[in-house]
């Protein structure tokens, strides 16, 4: 793979990205990694595929972009580590189904019950009628865990708007999933 040298302005936008969204991603990888090398390695390729994509072309959602192409990473790594972990024997690599069960049993919280009920495509309908902005809020909120303080500091918002967020689009679901029962 040939290194390619950045332009005074690529490097620029290069420290941006990387101060405003490190710490956030880190953050990401850690809870679902629980390995900081392995979290790092991950925030590294997550900021060399971004810039890749900006390359070839104009990126819209910068942050819905990065975690997109964080969560394709997660995917990946777990893919492949399941790969690995299975051999003749057929193992099971430990981490991975203590990972598994905290995922499916451990974080249950009422919202992700709520959730569960509905269908699929409830869910989403109901998730696109919100803002996108509460929407993006929520998912990493609810879905993908990160702290509220880390979405606050990702957007640029309050710690206390961030949980008007996630109350607005949990109250939404609320009224959605109990219209759907009548």
Known sequence: MGVHSHTPSENALLSQIDARYRRALMSFFMRRVRDR???????????????????????????????????????????????????TTVSVDAELIDALAQEVVEDRTPERVLIGEQTITDTLRALDELGERTRDIFILFRLEHMKQRDIADLYGISQSTVEKHVARATLHLAIRQRSHQK
């Open 37 to 87: 090398a392995e979290a790092e390695d991950l925030t590294q390729r997550a900021f060399l595929r971004l810039m890749n994509a900006m390359q070839r072309g104009s990126v819209e959602n910068l942050e819905g972009f990065l975690f997109t192409i964080a969560s394709n990473l997660v995917h990946d790594h777990f893919r492949q580590r399941a790969r690995h972990s299975v051999d």
